[in-house]
T-cell receptor, first 115, second 119 residues
């Protein structure tokens, strides 16, 4: 079985500050891990993904995440927050497509950026 | 190229009515997923189609929910006898899922969703 836990339903940072959104996963198979972002009234957009290559994954808009197997974590970071980063962020886990590629999502973290 | 499209973007219906939601996946994508996003339950998997295989229906919440995918492309999610708890945003996603391990094969691309309100 697979599951995802996102710590903190709401995170607030100041513009220019470090963004850290936490995600821990549980998976009985080698996981694929994803971060998606959702802007108000829009669908989900892929930020980055881990698929068993490099453990440090760089995504769009300056975000990156590090897969740490020992900690079963896949935290999302960005060195300097921008006002446009305000959105909801979802961490998700899946198996390979031939293991059933459906995504299991965390509950989401809403990021607010203060000027 | 064109992304995943869904229609309608908004649907308001009365309790007890049937509704049909449509998804057009990215051309060439063999896998198609339906998810539901609601305030109480977050993002939940509903159903998954992969090529000609039998769909994975394990996420459908009740037998009032069904989906089909015609010709390996367009999919329709049908909710019969709608209830107020069915109110949610229904999201569709597609992925390439090519067995030749092409880059990006497992990434799911999402449509904008259909917001369903059951009065």
């Amino acid at each position: 079985a697979q599951s995802v836990t996102q710590l903190g339903s709401h995170v607030s940072v100041s513009e220019g500050a470090l963004v850290l959104l936490r995600c821990n996963y549980s998976s009985s198979v080698p996981p694929y891990l994803f971060w998606y972002v959702q802007y108000p009234n829009q669908g989900l957009q892929l930020l980055l993904k881990y698929t068993s290559a490099a453990t440090l994954v760089k995504g769009i808009n300056g975000f990156e995440a590090e897969f740490k197997k020992s900690e079963t974590s896949f935290h999302l970071t960005k060195p300097s927050a921008h006002m446009s980063d305000a959105a909801e962020y979802f961490c998700a886990v899946s198996g390979r497509y031939n293991q059933g590629g459906k995504l299991i999502f965390g509950q989401g973290t809403e990021l607010s950026v203060k000027p | 190229g064109a992304g995943v499209s869904q229609s309608p973007s908004n649907k308001v219906t009365e309790k007890g009515k049937d509704v049909e939601l449509r998804c057009d996946p990215i051309s060439g994508h063999t896998a198609l997923y339906w998810y539901r996003q609601s305030l109480g339950q977050g993002l939940e998997f509903l159903i998954y189609f992969q090529g000609n295989s039998a769909p994975d229906k394990s996420g459908l919440p009740s037998d009032r929910f069904s989906a089909e995918r015609t010709g390996g492309s367009v999919s329709t999610l049908t909710i019969q006898r709608t209830q107020q708890e069915d109110s949610a945003v229904y999201l569709c996603a597609s992925s390439l899922q090519d067995s030749l391990l092409k880059p990006d094969t497992d990434t799911q691309y999402f449509g904008p969703g259909t917001r369903l309100t059951v009065l």
